[in-house]
C-alpha cells in the first residue's frame, strides 16, 4: 500500500517567517508533486521533480521553492511566508513506470500565516 | 479559461439516482485522464481511469470525448457513501491539471 506522509497535519506561523513543508512517500515513486487548494480554485501545481534534485515549476511557484537531496522526499520552502499563502498544501507522488501515472496524495497540511 | 473545468454544483440527488457529471478540457495534447473523489477534509483519491472507448467500475462509469474535448462520469443507484467532491484531471505526461471538483450530496 502507497504511503505518502506529511510533517504536520496544522500549522501556524506568522508572517516573515521560513516554513519548511516535509513529504515522504514509501513506494520508490520517481515523480513528486506539491499543490496548494482553495475553495473555489482547486489543486494548483506550486512545484514538481521528476528526480532527485530536479525540479520544475508549476502554474504558481512564486514565493516558494522546493528541495529533493533523496528521492523519497520533497520539501517545500515557504522564504518568507504571508497572509495569502494560507492555504491546505498537498503533496503526491507518481511513478513513470505503468501507463496511469496515478498520483498518490498525502493528508495535507492546513497552513495558517497570521 | 481553466484548463479544466467542471460544474461546481452541488448536485443535491436521493439515494438510489442516477446523476452525471461533466468536465471540459481545453489542452488537446493531453493524454490521460481520470476522475478522483475527495472526501470533506481528507486528500484526493483516484477513482477511475478514463478510456476512449469507455470504462466501467460497478456503479460508475466513465466516458471521454476527444473530439469535443470532454469527460463525464455517470454514478447509478447513488448510495449516501458517494457524497463526495469529485475532481477532473486531465495529464499531459506526468503533469496533470485538476478541476476544482464538482460537489455531490446524496441524500436518504
Known amino acids: 500500500d502507497v504511503k505518502v506522509t506529511q510533517s504536520s497535519r496544522y500549522l501556524v506561523k506568522r508572517t516573515g517567517e521560513k516554513v519548511f513543508l516535509e513529504c515522504v512517500q514509501d513506494m520508490d515513486h520517481e515523480n513528486m508533486f506539491w499543490y496548494r487548494q482553495d475553495p473555489g480554485l482547486g489543486l494548483r501545481l506550486i512545484y514538481f521533480?521528476?528526480?532527485?534534485?530536479?525540479?520544475e515549476k508549476g502554474d504558481i511557484p512564486e514565493g516558494y521553492s522546493v528541495s529533493r537531496e533523496k528521492k523519497e522526499r520533497f520539501s517545500l520552502i515557504l522564504e518568507s511566508a504571508s497572509t495569502n499563502q494560507t492555504s491546505m498544501y498537498l503533496c503526491?507522488?507518481?511513478?513513470?513506470?505503468?501507463?496511469?501515472?496515478?498520483?498518490?496524495f498525502g493528508p495535507g497540511t492546513r497552513l495558517t500565516v497570521t | 479559461r481553466k484548463e479544466v473545468e467542471q460544474d461546481p454544483g452541488p448536485f443535491n440527488v436521493p439515494e438510489g439516482a442516477t446523476v452525471a457529471f461533466n468536465c471540459t478540457y481545453s489542452?488537446?495534447?493531453?493524454?490521460?485522464f481520470f476522475w478522483y473523489r475527495q472526501d470533506c477534509r481528507k486528500e484526493p483519491k483516484l477513482l477511475m481511469s478514463v478510456y476512449s472507448s469507455g470504462n466501467e467500475d460497478g456503479r460508475f462509469t466513465a466516458q471521454l470525448n476527444r473530439a469535443s474535448q470532454y469527460i463525464s462520469l455517470l454514478i447509478r443507484d447513488s448510495k449516501l457513501s458517494d457524497s463526495a467532491t469529485y475532481l477532473c484531471?486531465?495529464?499531459?505526461?506526468?503533469?496533470?491539471?485538476f478541476g476544482a471538483g464538482t460537489r455531490l450530496f446524496v441524500k436518504a
Open positions: 489542452n488537446s495534447a493531453s493524454q490521460s
Open positions: 484531471v486531465g495529464a499531459e505526461g506526468f503533469k496533470t491539471i
Open positions: 503526491a507522488s507518481s511513478s513513470t513506470s505503468g501507463i496511469s501515472y496515478e498520483q498518490y
Open positions: 521533480s521528476y528526480d532527485v534534485k530536479m525540479k
